[in-house]
Structures are given as C-alpha cells and as structure tokens.
C-alpha cells in the first residue's frame, strides 16, 4: 500500500517537473521569440501564408500596441494595431532581411500614428482627439482611473526613445531583452532608455504630484 | 529615499527583466498602467494577398539553371584572385584595421582671405596613432558611430582604444570639442592629469604644455577622476585640472567673480594653507542654491573639521535626503554622498558607479 502511494508520489512530481518545463518553454518561447521561427514565418508570408502572418501577429502585436499607445488616444489603439498589420501585409514581400521584420513593422506603426495625427486634425470640426507628443497630451480615457491617466500622460511626454521602450516594459508587460528582441534596437540602448526614461518619468511623477498638493492646497483656500 | 538612490544606481534588475529584488515603486506603475495594455492578441483574418509568381524573372530562370551559376561563380573567384594578385603587387600601404576613426583634415591657405572652401584631406586614424594639427589646420573625427571630435589648432591626440564598448583616446595638449551620443561612460579621453568620461554629453576640453587643464560641459554631464578625487561637471559648469593634484572643484559658470576667483584659489593652493582657507570661507560665503555643486565636492577636499561648515553650508541650500546623517556625510560615507549627490538632481551618479566599476575591471586587465 505504502509502496503504491510512494510510486504514485514519484509519478506525480515527475508530471509536475514535465509541466513547469513545457510552461518555461512556452513562456520562454512566447515571450522571447526566436529569432530564427520569427524569421521563418516573415518567409512563409512572404510566400502568401497568412497563417504564418497571423503568427507574427500574436508575436508582435503588442510591441505595435506600445508604439501607438505612446502616441494616440488609448480608444483608438487597438484598431490601428490591426490597420498596421493589414498596411504591412502587401508589403512584406519587399523585406529583404527576414530578421529585420520588428524595426520595419514599428516604422510602420509610427508612420501609421504620424497619418493618424494629421487625419485627425485636418479633420472638419475636429475636437482636440489626437495626442500630439510635442504638445501636453489631452486627458484621453475617461473611463480610466485618473492615476493610471495621469502616469500615461506623463510617460507620453518623455523623448520618443524612452516612451517607447518605458510603454513596452511598463504597460506591455514585456521584458527588456524582449523589447530588444522585438524592436531590434540593441540590449544597451534598452537598458539606457529603460534607465533615463525610469529617472525622467520620476521626476514628471514627483513634479505633478507637488502641482496637484499645491492645486488642492488653493481650492481649500478658497 | 537612499534606498531609492542605491536601486536606481545598480541599473535596477527589475526594471530591465523583473529579475532581482521587486522594486515597488515600479510594480506600483505596472498594476496601475495594466488597464491600457492591448487585451487582444489574436489576429484577424488577413485577406489572402497574391504576390503572384515569384520565379518569373527572367534572370532567376537563368540562375535556375544549375550551370550558369557555377560558371559565374568561377569567373568571380578568377576574377578576385586576379586583383587579389595585382593589388598586392603595387606598392604596399600600411596594414588597416577596421578600428579605425576617419579624420577630415582642414587645412588654412597661407595666404587665405578667410573667404572660399579650405582644402581638405580625409585620412584613416588607427590605435596607437597620433594626430597633430599646426598652427593653421584643424581636424574632424567621427568617433566611430558614436560621436564626433573637433580639434583646434595646436592640438596633438593619441588613438589609444577602439573596441565595441569603449573608445579612448589621449589628449597631450591643445582643445577638442566632445559631442557623444554613446551610452554613459563608452568614451573616455586621458589627459596627463586625470581621466575625463563622457556621462552622455557635449563639451570642450582644453589641456596646456604644463599638463593643467579645464573642461567646459555644453549638454549632459562629465565625469573627471585622478588621485582619486571624482569632478562632475553638469551642462552649464566648467572645472579646471592640475598635473600636480588632478580634477579641482567644478563650478557653474554663472556664479559671482569672487566665487570663482576662490574655487580657482582654493584648487591652486596648499592643503592647510591661508590662502586655501581663505577662499574656503568666500566659496561657503558666496554659494548659492546652484552652488551646491561646488560645496558637495568641497565636502571629501576638506579637512574634517572644515567639513562641518560645508556640511551645514550645503545643508541650509539643499537638504540632505532622507536616510542621509550628518556623522555619516562627516566620516565621507559614499552611499551617502551618492544620495545627497541625487538630490542635487544634476545627473545620476548611479551611471558614474557602473561607469567606475567596469574601468576598476577594464584597469586590473590591462595589469
């Protein structure tokens, strides 16, 4: 009896190590990416396969998503992510450097957001929807909480490279050498952007925070 | 707030691949920014795309045939063994590496009005080589990919490194003007009284005969070391060097004429002297809120019992963060130091420890 609970103990961790293993794989494998199968299926694409498009969709998606998110209005985001995919779909035959796929795919994204900045404000009768990154961003989500906007804002505010990378590890959830592995820029650049853009977004933090005691220190007065 | 400090100057772990010790701060701003990341990660049908046939060149039909490659390939290999041979036939140049900076020599005409173009020469600069301009010429080198230097006339340097993660260079005498775009502490230039590290900046450095020198920073921060004394100097201050006793007490270029008339006498003169005193007292007397730069340096360059009145001095301007004592700034505690020099919100000095620790490496190597 006891021999039949200690061989059905062994079995069990066995099968617990099989799946902590298979998850790390997977994790390691959806968060990482690897070069070369993402290389692969920028080639099947390239060929016709959408299905190994919509492989770099889910692979890429969220790095398109940062992009944007650092640029226009949070509502907006998720249907630009797919309008970036559909702009690179006809394209991706002319990639020449299957490796390259992430830096062409974020060109596009910004290019994508740059058009959206334009549209939106040679729109007639145009509200002041779109963030433009050199003005004070507008209050976008309302339905968001107000911190969670006001860190947004302040982050949308800092030099492009630091948004960036800062939205991609911040919001997305990603990873340094996932971000370096995704947008192509080098594991140095990620980690220096990561580092100023974390000092610069502290500073913008604590500055808001001292306006916003200040604010409510008047109010009372008043 | 030293905690702080101590976690961002270690190149926080965390913040780079949620390794390490969780730093709260940074977990707080990802539960609260986890609303905005994208919920969807499932792509939508794509329209099929016909990209038509890709074989229908009419030079991909030749090179499908398995011949003609082969006979092209082989008519390329004669044809590079052939230059292959007539190169090295002519008259051989010096061996080049492919560290080398490129040089753009100006020269001035003798007789130059000032006006039209000057001659110029573009030369290779390879490790161990020295570059000298006259009195009349000037030179621009790109830093590899990650900057570019301006030398003045009169002005002799030495390539003396070029390797992916860092570049340096020795400057004998004369002035260059510095603009990096590296990262932090990639570019390091020797001069014959300390060596000077890029922080991420723009600035001009200029080195007499006598080895003395001063450093003027335009954009970013610089970082001085010799004798073990450390110089910062932000965008805005300037700092002198001295071949006897190395980096002297930076100052923003705006103070008063008599504060920088003492931090030059102060830098010039003996320890333990009148004169040195003397300028000790002006220098605490005459600092401003900005000034704090020059007192939190004088605090490690004085005797203990003068650092007491820099302590209180540097107090009263900016107070010491939290965490930070007055015994613990007195025995010259560097963690904080570190915190007090943050506070000042002039640069990280946590890039300065990296930059340090990876020199104390790069320096035991060398040995």
């Known amino acids: 009896m006891e021999a039949v609970s200690l061989r059905n103990a062994a079995m069990q961790s066995r099968l617990d190590f099989r799946s902590r293993v298979l998850e790390h794989l997977l994790v390691t494998e959806s968060q990482v990416g690897l070069p070369d199968s993402d290389a692969t299926f920028v080639r099947a694409a390239q060929r016709g396969d959408t299905e190994a498009f919509g492989q770099l969709y889910r692979r890429y998606a969220r790095m398109v998503h940062g992009i944007l998110l650092g640029r226009v209005r949070h509502v907006e985001v998720e249907d630009l992510v797919q309008e970036v995919f559909l702009r690179a779909l006809p394209r991706v035959r002319e990639l020449r450097d299957a490796s390259r796929f992430g830096s062409w795919l974020a060109a596009i994204a910004r290019n994508l957001a740059i058009d959206y900045y334009r549209r939106s404000q040679t729109r007639p009768g145009r509200t002041d929807d779109a963030f433009d990154p050199d003005e004070q961003p507008a209050k976008s989500n309302l339905s968001s909480s107000g911190d969670a906007v006001e860190i947004l804002d302040c982050i949308r505010i800092l030099p492009e490279a630091y948004r960036e990378t800062l939205i991609l590890r911040l919001v997305e959830g990603m990873t340094g050498p996932e971000i370096s592995a995704r947008t192509g820029l080098s594991p140095g650049s990620v980690r220096v952007n990561l580092h100023r853009g974390m000092h610069q977004l502290r500073r913008k933090l604590a500055h808001r925070e001292l306006r916003n005691v200040s604010n409510s220190k008047n109010r009372t007065m008043v | ?367």
């Not at chain 2, 609303?35 to 890709?54: H, I, M, N, Q």
């Not at chain 2, 030749?62 to 011949?67: C, E, G, M, V, Y």
């Not at chain 2, 070029?162 to 260079?169: E, L, P």
């Not at chain 2, 560097?334 to 320096?363: K, Q, Y």
């Open chain 2, 1 to 367: 707030m030293s905690e702080q400090y101590k976690k961002q100057a270690e190149y926080n772990e965390y913040l780079w691949d949620g390794s390490g010790e969780p730093d709260a701060e940074i977990q707080c701003l990802e539960q609260a920014l986890e609303e905005f990341r994208a919920t969807s990660l499932v792509p939508p049908a794509f329209p099929r795309v016909d990209f038509g046939p890709r074989l229908s060149y009419w030079w991909l039909a030749i090179a499908s045939n398995t011949w003609v490659p082969r006979f092209a390939a082989a008519i390329l290999v004669l044809a590079a063994f052939t230059s292959a041979l007539v190169f090295s036939l002519r008259e051989s140049t010096p061996p080049r590496s492919n560290n080398g900076w490129s040089v753009e020599l100006t020269e001035a005409q003798p007789d130059s009005s000032g006006m039209g173009d000057k001659p110029k020469r573009k030369i290779q600069m390879q490790i161990g080589e020295v570059l000298e301009t006259n009195r009349t010429s000037t030179a621009n080198i790109a830093v590899a990919d990650i900057g570019r230097l301006e030398l003045e006339p009169m002005t002799r340097l030495r390539l003396l490194q070029s390797t992916a993660g860092r570049k340096r260079i020795a400057l004998d005498r004369g002035t260059i003007h510095v603009a990096i775009w590296a990262p932090p502490g990639e570019f390091v230039v020797d001069t014959p009284s300390s060596v000077v590290v890029d922080l991420g900046c723009m600035y001009t450095l200029n080195i007499e005969e006598s080895g003395n020198g001063f450093l003027r920073t335009t954009l970013g921060w610089v970082g001085f070391q010799s004798n073990g004394y450390e110089s910062f100097i932000p965008a805005g201050a300037a700092a002198a060097t001295y071949a006897e006793s190395g980096p002297g007490l930076p100052f923003f270029e705006d103070a008063s004429q008599q504060f920088r008339s003492a931090v030059a006498q102060f830098d010039s003169t003996k320890a333990g002297s009148a004169q040195r005193g003397a300028a000790e007292q002006v220098i605490l007397r005459q600092a401003r809120l900005r000034d704090g730069l020059t007192l939190w340096h004088l605090l490690s360059r004085v005797s203990e019992v003068d650092r007491r009145a820099v302590y209180e001095r540097l107090s009263a301007l900016i107070p010491p963060p939290v965490g930070t004592t007055r015994e613990g700034i007195l025995r010259l505690d560097r963690s904080m130091l570190d915190s007090w020099w943050n506070a000042l919100e002039l640069g990280d000095i946590g890039l300065w420890r990296h930059w340090e620790r990876s020199w104390t490496g790069h320096e035991a190597q060398q040995k």
